[in-house]
């Protein structure tokens, strides 16, 4: 939200050329890519660690990184991929879909990673306020132990997940659905530990996607009210511990804390019915497991899309587009999770969301273009992670960690060339010059 709090310009932090706010895979790498680039750069984050989703959250494994013939995230999100399972003994180095997720681990590399190159991390540190001159954002308000303080910088980037920064500067944004609102529903993921491995491996599936899964089993026992669909995503994340994606809380409104407050409760409660579950139906298994650590952080999968210069849309999708500005490329599938009318049709196998469009091909994939990242009226501010400016449908494909630490790069790239320029205004950026840079430093751009 806008400040109207008058501050001194001597009290203003202005040590900084680039502010991040958020410190999630898109934040990471937008912070990392800058200092690389030369600039000096704050990282502001909410919580207690770096990773948001991948550690945080408690998400039990990447969503594949190659397209079947290379390699697609490259550069940092590679980086960052390849050293978070450099250590997971159980993980096949030649493995690039669905690899587990070591949380703690994955923590300490984001931490060496933005440390390494200099960047200046904020813990516990709430964004709260933006203050706007000549309709350009002039300084920041951040909440944090210390009380309030303000931070002013010459480029802002946006890798708040929600959009935060950029609505709050007024930029224009989509909600949902554009007819009802409606936004996919949130998970609360968690860890059940103590499990038997041997069981879990060999003893049958918990996924959703046969009937004779223990999942369906759970659902046809109607014993287990919170447990309410299918979706149960989980993974051998380390010696007798199972991380699990799995069930849907429905209306949850990302904006309004105490919405968020009320899911995170119940959350845990179907963590705790999931054990409940899986020990009584899959005793081989969980009969003596238990409800080890659930996510400090909601999993929220749609919220604000910011409206830049361009919005990637479906038909982009489909058509498997190329751009002149792309500054990274995507093959993930269109990802949009369960609405509430939709569950007894999928209960009855009905209906695979993910199915709804044809996953790409071995080797396709579509590129994402710099114009995405650039909000409408702006110079100073970029987006990065899943509030990047895309259509609803598409938001489902562009908003998992791969791809967030791709795009990620290329907005802090891109603020690095241009605190270069007389006078700096991120839709003037060259994106020749920025895709050069960007494949000198790793990434894959055909």
């Known amino acids: 939200m806008k400040y109207d709090i008058t501050i001194p310009e001597s009290e203003i932090n202005s040590d900084f050329e680039v502010i991040v706010c958020g410190g999630g895979p898109s934040g990471c790498a937008s912070a990392t890519a800058a200092a690389r680039g030369g600039a000096r750069v704050l990282l502001i984050e909410s919580s207690g660690a770096l990773g948001g989703m991948g550690t945080s959250g408690l998400v039990p494994s990447w969503s594949p990184v190659s397209d079947g013939e290379r390699i697609l995230y490259q ?23 669905w690899v587990a997720i070591d949380p703690e681990l994955l923590k300490r590399v984001y931490d060496r990673l933005v440390s390494d190159a200099g960047v200046v991390t904020l813990f516990q540190s709430m964004l709260c306020g933006v203050q706007l001159q000549n309709e350009q954002i002039s300084s920041i308000l951040v909440a944090n132990k210390g009380g309030l303080s303000a931070y002013k910088a ?4 946006d890798c708040t997940g929600d959009g935060d920064l950029s609505a709050w500067a007024g930029t224009p944004y989509e909600k949902g659905d554009p007819d009802s609102g409606e936004t996919q529903p949130a998970t609360h993921c968690f860890t059940l530990s103590n499990v038997d491995s041997y069981a879990y491996a060999y003893h ?48 949850v409104d990302f904006a309004d804390s105490l919405s968020v407050s009320a899911a995170l409760v119940q959350g845990r409660e179907i963590a705790e019915q999931y054990r409940q579950a899986l020990a009584e139906l899959y005793p081989q298994a969980f009969a003596n497991s238990f409800l080890s650590a659930t996510g400090a952080v909601l999993g929220i999968r749609e919220s604000r899309r910011i409206l830049g210069d361009y919005m990637l ?79 609803r449908v598409v938001q489902a494909s562009t908003r998992v960690m791969p791809v967030c630490l791709s795009v990620g790069q290329a907005a802090g790239t891109a603020a690095a060339l241009a605190l270069q320029m007389d006078t700096v205004d991120v839709h003037s950026v060259d994106t020749r010059s920025l895709r050069d840079t960007l494949r000198g430093a790793g990434m894959y751009l055909p």
């Open 313 to 391: 849309s479906i038909e982009d999708w489909l058509d498997r587009r190329s751009f002149d500005d792309e500054i990274c490329r995507n093959n993930y599938p269109i990802d949009i999770h369960t609405a509430k009318d939709e569950i007894v049709a999928d209960q009855q196998g009905k209906i695979s969301p993910m199915d709804r469009f044809k996953r790409y091909r071995k080797g396709e994939s579509h590129g994402i273009p710099y114009r995405c990242l650039t909000p409408k009226g702006k110079h100073n501010l970029l987006t990065a992670g899943r509030s990047i400016s895309t259509d």
């Open 154 to 157: 010459k480029v802002y980037i």
């Open 204 to 251: 049958g599936q918990v996924s959703r996607e046969t009937d004779d899964s223990h999942v369906a089993r759970i659902l046809n026992s109607k014993r287990f009210p919170l447990i309410k669909d299918r979706h149960c995503c989980n993974n051998f994340v380390g010696p007798g511990t199972v991380g699990f994606n799995a069930g849907h809380l429905w209306d």
């Open 75 to 97: 550069g940092i999100a590679e980086e960052v991929f390849q050293l978070a399972r450099r250590d997971i003994a159980h993980v096949p180095q030649d493995m690039f879909e």
